[in-house]
């Protein structure tokens, strides 16, 4: 073993002679690249091997995530990483780019130039699009169906999307972007139809449109078959059209994801556990969508937490909205409130509700108060005489 590190030690030295010759940093990387092997390395691509440790690419980690990329005997190395050095990337980001996404380099280096063209439609510039590719590398280089890519976007601009939103949803959902065009045009079809068929007006529908899709974008994955049962269902189960709507808009299109059988268990379970009429269990679902949204077992974690707390199961149905927090975030927010002599259980749950932020900013109006005195000693005082 040792004599075969030997001689790949040597040839490796031969090959890079006078890149050795240069730095003592990058003489301990080669040493790193030329050790560090295991019982596949001698079906490794030894070019492809030694073009990442020119670029700093720690080979371990590769061997240990995606070896497969090594043994490939067409590679790009080079010219992927001169790609990225083009577009402002520094060596400690093409390296992090070739670790984290190796196959990358078994990338068309045309194609990955058609891919930085698209991505610059809708980029601001050079040094955003590189900051998206570093944390986001496996979206950039899924350079298949350019040209469906390149239609999806003028649709989305088109749409009146703005390329910031149509950024996000390039990094977090790029299966959009390799839908057939036609496919999105019909589901934003569904969509605009049914948004009138509940009683959306005309005038308002582009920007609810707008709305919901850069809150969801998922919305697009969905069939439009899936779309129009959702909404029967909601129909069958009694809702208006007005009220559908709103629970369309509070769960900002994540309702089309919902399947009716688990819709129709928590209202069940809803409606058992705060023992409630059909019209109080669709006020409960009005005022906290996240009955629905919620599986079963979810919901029973979250009342038993509050149970624990010693919340009744009278006050969560005052505020449901409670629902929505999990029980730990529960518990510190709690013991934040008792903290200042507020008892949660005998008074009303809205100062528990809310965002990490609304709840903070609440907290701090009531501990303020907490600390007022209880007279301003600076202000006249009326005596009578």
Not at 163 to 185: A, D, G, M, Q
Not at 313 to 325: C, G, H, N
């Amino acid at each position: 073993m040792l004599s075969k590190l030997m001689i790949q030690s040597q040839s490796y030295r031969l090959w890079s002679f006078s890149k050795m010759q240069s730095t003592p940093k990058y003489r301990l990387l080669l040493a790193h690249c030329t050790c560090t092997t295991d019982r596949h390395s001698n079906k490794e691509n030894k070019r492809t091997v030694e073009k990442l440790c020119k670029f700093s690419v720690d080979i371990g980690k590769i061997r240990r995530l995606k070896g497969w990329v090594l043994l490939k005997d067409e590679t790009y190395v080079e010219e992927i990483a001169n790609i990225l050095q083009h577009l402002g990337a520094d060596d400690t980001a093409v390296a992090s780019i070739l670790e984290r996404c190796p196959e990358t380099i078994l990338c068309n280096p045309t194609a990955v130039n058609t891919q930085r063209e698209l991505w610059q439609l809708v980029c601001k510039n050079k040094e955003e699009l590189v900051k998206l590719i570093e944390q986001f590398p496996e979206s950039f280089f899924n350079v298949k169906d350019q040209e469906i890519q390149k239609l999806n976007i003028q649709f989305f601009q088109e749409l009146g999307l703005k390329n910031v939103v149509i950024c996000r949803f390039l990094t977090s959902i790029p299966n959009i972007f390799h839908n057939p065009i036609e496919k999105n045009k019909q589901i934003i079809k569904i969509l605009q139809e049914s948004y009138l068929n509940l009683g959306g007006s005309e005038a308002n529908m582009k920007v609810w449109l707008l709305k919901l899709l850069s809150q969801n974008p998922f919305i697009l994955l969905n069939s439009s078959a899936a779309i129009k049962e959702t909404l029967e269902f909601f129909q069958e189960q009694g809702f208006t059209n007005f009220e559908i709507l709103q629970l369309l808009s509070k769960l900002k299109g994540f309702l089309f994801q919902l399947c009716p059988e688990s819709i129709q268990s928590s209202m069940a379970f809803s409606k058992n556990t705060f023992k409630c009429t059909d019209h109080d269990l669709k006020q409960l679902v009005l005022k906290c969508p996240a009955l629905l949204y919620y599986s079963v077992p979810i919901l029973e974690e979250r009342i038993q937490g509050l149970l624990q707390e010693g919340i009744s199961i009278t006050q969560i149905r005052e505020t449901p909205m409670v629902l929505e927090l999990t029980p730990q975030i529960v518990h510190y927010r709690i013991k934040k409130l008792n903290s200042l002599g507020y008892k949660i259980k005998d008074g009303h749950l809205k100062n528990l509700n809310g965002t990490k932020k609304e709840f903070e900013a609440n907290f701090g109006k009531m501990q303020a108060k907490e600390g007022r005195p209880l007279f301003n000693p600076v202000a006249p005082l009326n005596v009578d005489e």
